[in-house]
T-cell receptor, first 114, second 111 residues
Framework: DAGVIQSPRHEVTEMGQEVTLRCKPISGHNSLFWYRQTMMRGLELLIYFNNNVPIDDSGMPEDRFSAKMPNASFSTLKIQPSEPRDSAVYFC????????????FGAGSRLTVL | DAKTTQPTSMDCAEGRAANLPCNHSTISGNEYVYWYRQIHSQGPQYIIHGLKNNETNEMASLIITEDRKSSTLILPHATLRDTAVYYCIVRVETSGSRLTFGEGTQLTVNP
């Protein structure tokens, strides 16, 4: 398996623009997680899905952030409008819903908002 | 979730064993100890987990004290590629649930 695939790997955009980050989980995994990592706040869980259904979005910072999982093989995290403080590395992870909390992370998407 | 306490940083010589401690004195009976690591600029990577028995896999060994209030992750022969931030997380074994990362321990393996 190719692992969790995220795109783009790097994105530089200007304040106010819409940003869409994409994630393809490991085939057969039915839980998907979006994390954000900054120097100041470390790794923060933004939202997670079980069987394509959002379970906990309490970590989503504000209404500018939204996440969707239209099917088992694809998820998006959208920021509209983007702000400089959204600059961070965004990680997607997936896991099997049965068994232990073993998450497989993608390589991350590094977002820079100017 | 039980709170964990880890040293901020540790150093280890290449080829020697790296022993990373974690305190989790408020752990509940049904909570597991998980270890992940994050090599610079990469996503976190699962290492090992356990409930009360010691565990070993190809990456590391996990030693949990009898009272389960602390644990130690052991990398038996550390290499330069083991330089990373190591996270100790305590969580019930309910997959598909949130996993919260603390600040972890920055392990630096020196040549």
């Amino acid at each position: 398996d190719a692992g969790v695939i995220q795109s783009p790997r790097h994105e530089v955009t200007e304040m106010g623009q819409e940003v869409t980050l994409r994630c393809k989980p490991i085939s057969g995994h039915n839980s998907l997680f979006w994390y954000r990592q900054t120097m100041m706040r470390g790794l923060e869980l933004l939202i997670y899905f079980n069987n394509n259904v959002p379970i906990d979005d309490s970590g989503m910072p504000e209404d500018r952030f939204s996440a969707k999982m239209p099917n088992a093989s694809f998820s998006t995290l959208k920021i509209q409008p983007s702000e400089p403080r959204d600059s961070a590395v965004y990680f997607c992870a997936s896991s099997l819903q049965t068994g232990a909390n073993v998450l497989t992370f993608g390589a991350g998407s590094r977002l820079t908002v100017l | 979730d039980a709170k964990t306490t880890q040293p901020t940083s540790m150093d280890c010589a290449e080829g020697r064993a790296a022993n990373l401690p974690c305190n989790h004195s408020t752990i509940s009976g049904n909570e597991y100890v998980y270890w992940y690591r994050q090599i610079h600029s990469q996503g976190p990577q699962y290492i090992i987990h356990g409930l009360k028995n010691n565990e070993t896999n190809e990456m590391a060994s996990l030693i949990i004290t009898e009272d389960r209030k602390s644990s130690t992750l052991i990398l038996p022969h550390a290499t330069l590629r083991d330089t990373a931030v190591y996270y100790c997380i305590v969580r019930v074994e309910t997959s598909g649930s949130r996993l919260t990362f603390g600040e972890g321990t920055q392990l630096t393996v020196n040549p």
